[in-house]
């Protein structure tokens, strides 16, 4: 079965990554993440987990598309800050829902700057891709 494991962040998420803000990550902050997320990734190769993984672009490069009376209306980002969008995505596809679940908890100890991200605010959703056998199609 196959999953989508997300990751979120907002603008100033974004911003930190590339030195600007409060919490401003340090290039030995950005090596040590990609360092983690190389070996997260080969991990998933190596079990044949792996099935495709993207990081997305800020969301100042966002367009929202909505519909009002009938007709759409194009909003360019970014958002307030405090407002969460896909960061990136990786879809693994594993025997289970909780193996699922166990690969993207192994993300909880992603390095980040000191002070950068409280625990609580840190998350990554996990769900099953439509036409699952197990969710129905």
């Given at each position: 079965?196959k999953?989508?494991?997300?990751?979120?962040?907002?603008q100033r998420?974004f911003?930190m990554?590339?030195?600007?803000g409060?919490h401003?990550?340090t290039p030995a902050d950005l090596?040590?993440?990609?360092?983690?997320?190389?070996k997260w990734?080969?991990?998933?190769?190596e079990?044949?987990?792996?099935v495709?993984g993207?990081g997305l672009?800020?969301?100042?490069?966002t367009?929202?598309?909505s519909?009002?009376?009938?007709?759409p209306?194009?909003?360019?980002g970014p958002y307030?800050e405090?407002?969460?969008?896909?960061a990136?995505y990786t879809i693994v596809?594993?025997d289970?829902f909780?193996?699922?679940?166990?690969?993207a908890?192994?993300l909880a100890d992603?390095?980040?700057?000191?002070?950068?991200q409280?625990?609580?605010?840190?998350?990554?959703?996990?769900?099953?891709i439509?036409?699952?056998?197990?969710?129905g199609?």
């Amino acid at each position: 079965m196959k999953y989508m494991i997300m990751l979120t962040g907002s603008q100033r998420d974004f911003d930190m990554l590339t030195g600007s803000g409060e919490h401003a990550w340090t290039p030995a902050d950005l090596a040590a993440l990609h360092e983690f997320m190389t070996k997260w990734n080969n991990e998933l190769v190596e079990s044949g987990e792996f099935v495709d993984g993207q990081g997305l672009a800020a969301p100042v490069h966002t367009r929202r598309v909505s519909l009002r009376d009938g007709v759409p209306v194009v909003t360019d980002g970014p958002y307030a800050e405090t407002q969460e969008v896909l960061a990136g995505y990786t879809i693994v596809e594993c025997d289970s829902f909780d193996r699922a679940t166990e690969i993207a908890a192994k993300l909880a100890d992603t390095p980040h700057p000191a002070g950068a991200q409280l625990a609580n605010e840190w998350y990554v959703d996990v769900r099953p891709i439509a036409g699952a056998p197990e969710f129905g199609e």
